[in-house]
């Protein structure tokens, strides 16, 4: 498993950005996905946005896409997570996540989790 360490959480308003990053131990070009995640509390942990590293494509989910971004920088092990345009439903603990495989919406076929960075927007 590599490891796994997210950051650039926060609390913003409304219509505000973020950024989260996201520090793997080891060079991503060896991990076929990398994912964000979030979990808002009562609720199941939902994909947000993966990028294949094997296609070079990244991949979001309907609630965000137009507003979230992510990119990944292999020189320095890295995945960010630009968020703007911040709606309170946004609001969650955000978790990066990983795996050798093929990406997948599904939480379980990931096998490298972070230890998440809260978000809360506020109306």
């Known amino acids: 498993q590599v490891q796994l360490v997210e950051s650039g959480g926060g609390s913003v308003q409304a219509g505000g950005s973020l950024r989260l990053s996201c520090v793997a131990s080891?060079?991503?070009?060896?991990?076929?996905?990398m994912a964000w995640f979030r979990q808002a509390p009562g609720k199941q942990r939902e994909d947000v946005a993966k990028f294949d590293n094997v296609f070079n494509y990244d991949y979001y989910a309907d609630s965000v896409k137009g507003r979230f971004t992510v990119v990944q920088d292999k020189a320095k092990n890295t995945l960010f997570l630009q968020m703007d345009s911040l709606k309170p439903e946004d609001s969650a603990m955000y978790y990066c996540a990983a795996t050798r495989g093929p990406c997948s919406k599904a939480a379980t076929d990931y096998d490298s989790w972070g230890q998440g960075t809260q978000v809360t927007v506020s109306s």
């Open positions: 080891e060079s991503t070009s060896t991990l076929r996905c």
